[in-house]
């Protein structure tokens, strides 16, 4: 496929956001992308060679972190719903007579490299098991709501795809010393509560929240109900905010604006801010119904140099090494006292969608060395999760990287208290 024509493919496609940062013309101007011209995951056996896996390079990124506290906290669980897992995909994703839904679903796909000769849904789970890394890391995987209306029914129709918490839960239990979950439970349902109990009586982890394509509106009051139950448990909210891309829904972007979740932290929850907020803009509601248009990344700066909300703020690093969100590198890397709120995560499969990540560009901005190029690019090739680690721990800014601390995450996801039915469910 030729690159000109590839990019105009991404523009259309929206894909992880790549031309809606960069632009259809600045992309054909950066001349290092894509690496070694690969649009598509190769999809090469998960094993690393001895020479590959001895690497100085590799052991290097290992150097001052204790993998038993390194649970990658924001791994998708994906499938097509060909075994008995419930999962449920939109037709629209399934169909080349919509094309943007079909080749979006169909890179995700390429990128997690179910092993072939079995079930989808099984085979994105064995591969995902090949890939796991280091003794006593885990993979969070996330499970997926229904979109909701604000009078609780269900919008089938305007939900990109649906991971029961069910199946989630049940591959936790079945590899317990790989995987761990995070419940999705859309906060407009009736029975919202009841599902969070049930969740973490199942083991869930946090909840996770996709705004603008579930059409949870953070800063409703439809929210208390839910926030004041995870508040009393202790249960972390993992919520996307900024612009998104890459699934399709209610397309409700409003509700990304990191502002909402005011409400969220007011009530005392513990929330993630997935990305760091780091693509696009939303309006300052800070300022009112008419505040200007700021950056999403911006307003996440605010919130987290709010004294008040230390303790309950944070933000997951994943997918920001992608050539779309490379912008906000610098400033997450510098500001040093973050580190204690950050939380390593890959946004698996999206490190084995190849145009995504240009590590050439990574070299041309100084981020990474010329010999550090050499060794990642096999390893992305095997193991795109132990690259994206590696990626992290490697990446440095006038001398300053990552403290150890930022992929030290086991803590936040195991403070949950201890369900109590005496809790009242109102």
């Known amino acids: 496929m030729q690159r000109r024509y590839f990019l105009g493919l991404l523009g259309f496609l929206g894909l992880g956001g790549v031309s809606g940062y960069y632009g ?112 006593g890391t885990r993979f969070i995987l996330l499970a997926f709501d229904y979109s909701y209306n604000e009078q609780g029914e269900r919008l089938r129709d305007q939900t990109a795809f649906y991971i029961p918490n069910n199946y989630a839960a049940k591959i936790h239990k079945q590899f317990p010393d790989t995987f761990e979950w995070i419940a999705s439970i859309h906060p407009y349902r009736k029975d919202c509560v009841e599902a969070l109990e049930h969740a973490f009586i199942n083991g869930a982890r946090g909840v996770k929240w996709l705004p603008p394509a579930m059409g949870m509106n953070p800063a409703s009051k439809l929210c208390d109900r839910f926030y004041a139950a995870m508040a009393y448990w202790d249960i972390p909210l993992l919520c996307h905010c900024g612009h998104e891309n890459s699934i399709s829904g209610t397309n409700t972007q409003s509700y990304g604006n990191p502002l909402a979740l005011r ?74 006292d973050w580190h204690p709120r950050l939380l390593y995560a890959s946004d698996y499969p999206l490190p084995g969608v190849m145009p995504l990540i240009s590590l050439k560009l990574l070299k041309e901005k100084q981020y990474i060395t010329a010999e550090q190029v050499k060794v990642l690019t096999p390893l992305r090739q095997h193991n795109p999760l132990l690259f994206d680690f590696v990626l992290k721990r490697l990446m440095q800014v006038r001398g300053q990287h990552f403290g150890s601390e930022v992929f030290h995450t086991r803590s936040l996801w195991t403070g949950a208290r201890s369900i109590s039915k005496n809790w009242p469910i109102v």
């Not at 943007?100 to 098991?129: T, W």
């Not at 309006?283 to 909300?309: A, C, H």
């Not at 997951?316 to 590198?329: E, F, H, P």
């Open 24 to 135: 259809f013309r600045e992309l054909q101007h950066v001349k290092s992308w894509p690496d070694e011209g690969r649009f598509f995951n190769a999809c090469l056996e998960s094993k690393l060679s001895d020479e590959l896996a001895n690497h100085e390079i590799v052991l290097s990124a290992l150097d001052g972190i204790n993998t038993t506290q390194v649970w990658d906290g924001h791994v998708h669980l994906l499938g097509l719903g060909d075994t008995e897992s419930g999962i449920w995909i939109n037709p629209r994703s399934l169909s080349m007579f919509n094309p943007k839904h079909y080749v979006q679903f169909r890179f995700y796909l390429n990128a997690s490299c179910p092993v072939p000769n079995m079930s989808v849904d099984e085979g994105f789970i064995v591969r995902l098991k090949r890939l796991h890394w280091g003794r």
């Open 263 to 336: 409400r969220a932290l007011d009530h005392g929850v513990k929330v993630v801010i997935a990305h760091c907020a780091s693509l696009g803009n939303s309006q300052d509601i800070d300022k009112g119904q008419n505040g200007p248009w700021v950056s999403n990344f911006d307003l996440f700066t605010r919130l987290m140099d709010e004294t008040r909300y230390e303790g309950l703020l944070f933000g997951d690093i994943s997918a920001m090494t992608q050539v779309n969100r490379l912008k906000i590198v610098e400033t997450v890397i510098i500001r040093q």
